[in-house]
């Protein structure tokens, strides 16, 4: 076998031709024929044939002699159209065979043409051109394909990545859309409950001093009773005394010594009532600061305790809060109605999923030199697989309709990234849900500082649930 050498990675100029005989005669004619043109392989058996085909230069026309010693040349066609490197290869048979059934073994099998000899070079010279003509014609159009092909992909690629923004873009719009909903519809609540809280400010004040005033006139009134009775004990059964008579038996029948312990208790009560009155208009009134957005450092279990009372109407007898807070907690920086926003939507999130009975423990410590963690368990049915990974979305809600919005999460979860903190939740072993909310101390001197944008993970909200 010869080759014209020729570097592996650089390809000739010229069109590469395998020619394939076993008849060193045979490939000298071809080779007179051939070299002006083309840069040429030879091969004087089928499995040199195959090895050369299959190495660089690759040919781009191989021209096969049928009758071979060791391997034919249907055989060699059949090897080439196997390989994926060969399959493409051009063959042209070249053979001594006339036959008519050999030609149609040859085509059959994937020759693109074929010669017979003695070889005519006019007709061997245009075979083999057409022959690479085409072969070039292809590979350009391959080429072109594949180019298509790339920029075709490019543009899918560039044009999934705008969609993929231009879906965020739209998911941020809804959200800001959203917020902008929901401070609207708080800003609007707010002015309400401090307008109400307001309303019911002056008359509480009014009764709670009456009330004052009602306890010194009612030991004025006692006292008169008092030196009645002492007058009446004196006076015993002389003129008035029948009359006597009648006003101990008034006093035996409405149970005076009872009423005058009573009515003491009861004024008590009532102002503890008021007190109580007082305290939730207060708290109240801190929920309505809406709209103000003050970052101050807040004793987070004053929120909590502050939340708790709010709800604690809302909350059935069969639901148990069990506190367990860390001794000395310190202070965090936060915009603490938006805090008591997030404690509230947690806390009524739990007693929706135990439906009215079980427990609640809220657990608080601090985490590090510069971050605390609060922690909010239930024992509800907790939180299916499926939904974990979304309870976080806006408008996501496993409720009846009508019944919840689906918001609460979403929105607790962009009030707690705001103060740089972070907002997970997780499936108890022993059953039952818990949200973990860590906060740096400091979120404005902690590394993630909070963000004043509107958008995703950043939202100005206020309490979908718990006040309304
Ligand atoms: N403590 C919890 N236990 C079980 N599932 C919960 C709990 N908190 C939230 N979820 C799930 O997360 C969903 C979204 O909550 P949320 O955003 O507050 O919207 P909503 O309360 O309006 O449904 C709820 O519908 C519920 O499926
Ligand atoms: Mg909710």
Not at 39 to 60: F, I, K, M, V, Y
Not at 419 to 437: I, K, P, S, W, Y
Request: charged share 20%; with cysteine; proline share 6%.
């Amino acid at each position: 076998m010869t080759s014209i050498p020729c570097e592996p990675a650089t390809r000739p100029a010229a069109p590469v031709v395998l020619l394939v005989d076993d008849q060193r005669v045979n490939l000298i004619l071809l080779r007179g024929l051939l070299s002006p043109d083309y840069h040429l392989l030879e091969a004087d058996s089928g499995a040199q044939a195959l090895a050369l085909a299959a190495a660089d230069p690759r040919p781009d026309l191989i021209l096969l002699d049928i009758m071979m010693p060791d391997m034919d040349g249907y055989e060699v066609l059949r090897r080439l159209r196997a390989q994926p490197a060969t399959c493409e290869i051009p063959v042209i048979f070249v053979t001594a065979m006339t036959e008519e059934n050999d030609e149609r073994v040859g085509l059959t099998l994937g020759a693109v043409d074929y010669l017979t000899k003695p070889l005519r070079s006019p007709i061997l010279l245009a075979r083999v051109r057409t022959q690479l003509e085409l072969k070039q014609g292809r590979d350009e159009l391959q080429l072109r394909n594949d180019s298509l092909e790339v920029a075709v992909q490019q543009r899918t690629q560039s044009l999934s990545e705008a969609l993929a923004h231009q879906r965020e873009l739209n998911q941020r719009l809804e959200q800001a859309q959203l917020q902008l909903l929901q401070s609207e519809k708080m800003a609007s609540l707010g002015q309400f409950a401090a307008g109400v809280a307001h309303e019911i400010n002056n008359p509480i004040s009014f009764v709670r001093s009456n009330l004052g005033t009602l306890k010194t006139y009612f030991e004025d009134v006692m006292a008169v009773v008092q030196a009645g009775d002492a007058v009446c004990r004196q006076a015993g059964a002389g003129p008035a005394g029948a009359a006597v008579a009648d006003y101990q038996r008034l006093c035996q029948d409405k149970d005076l010594p009872y009423l005058r312990e009573d009515l003491v208790q009861v004024l008590d009560e009532s102002r503890e009532g008021l007190d109580r009155v007082s305290r939730i208009v207060a708290d109240l009134k801190n929920f309505s600061r809406f709209g103000r957005e003050d970052w101050a450092w807040v004793d987070l279990h004053e929120g909590l305790h502050a939340t708790l009372r709010l709800m604690a109407g809302q909350r059935p007898p069969g639901c148990e809060v069990q506190l367990d807070l860390a001794p000395e907690l310190p202070l965090v920086k936060c915009i603490a109605p938006q805090m008591h926003q997030v404690f509230m939507n947690l806390l009524t999130n739990a007693v929706q999923a135990m439906q009215g009975r079980g427990c609640i423990r809220i657990a608080t410590r601090r985490l590090d030199e510069s971050r605390v963690e609060l922690r909010f368990e239930d024992s509800g049915p907790g939180i299916a697989a499926e939904h974990l990974g979304r309870i976080f979305d806006p408008f996501f809600t496993t409720q009846a309709v009508g019944q919840g919005m689906g918001l609460g999460l979403s929105i607790s979860w962009g009030i707690v990234h705001r103060h740089a903190g972070q907002l997970t939740a997780h499936n108890r072993e022993q059953g039952g849900a818990c949200f973990v909310l860590q906060l740096p101390l400091d979120p404005q001197a902690s590394s993630a500082a909070p963000s004043s944008r509107v958008g995703l993970g950043a939202p100005v909200l206020l309490p979908t649930e718990g006040i309304s």
